[in-house]
């Protein structure tokens, strides 16, 4: 099971700890990264690791990539995002169209983008002390 646990710290702040590594979420981005910007940060990586897993089981040895990933929020409610851009820059690797398509597919294995796709239900419950 993956969780993630937050724990306020001042104003807009949040510390995050999962998987025992801890990081901080600021929702005005000034002491930390933000909450978007967080699920943004999580598609392009897994996306990377989807890129070493293609490149290690095909012998490619793709490494020195990067992942860019972009969005913006709708200009009417809800807000969220309408629309996730991604780009990959393989810094010069050379990979013919058939690769290329390859990569493409593989690459949408990733959990991230698979959870993203699938529009999963969230459930919410507030434990207030009852």
């Known amino acids: 099971m993956y969780a993630a646990e937050i724990k306020h710290l001042k104003d807009f702040s949040f510390s995050v700890n999962s998987s025992g590594c801890e990081f901080v979420i600021d929702a005005k981005g000034k002491d930390g990264i933000t ?3 967080t699920l943004l940060a999580a598609l392009a990586s897994c996306i990377g690791v989807y890129i ?3 490149s290690e089981g095909s012998k490619l040895g793709l490494e020195n990539f990067s992942v860019h990933a972009e969005a913006e929020f709708s200009k ?3 807000m969220c995002f309408k629309e996730i851009k991604v780009s990959i820059d ?3 690797a050379k ?3 058939r690769r290329l398509k390859a990569l493409v597919e593989f690459i949408k294995n990733c959990p991230v983008h698979n959870t993203l796709a699938a ?3 969230v459930e919410i ?3 207030n002390g009852n």
């Open 90 to 92: 393989l810094k010069g």
């Open 35 to 37: 909450p978007p910007d």
């Open 125 to 127: 419950k507030i434990n």
């Open 95 to 97: 990979l013919d169209d």
């Open 119 to 121: 529009h999963p239900s």
């Open 52 to 54: 070493r897993k293609y």
């Open 76 to 78: 009417e409610p809800p």
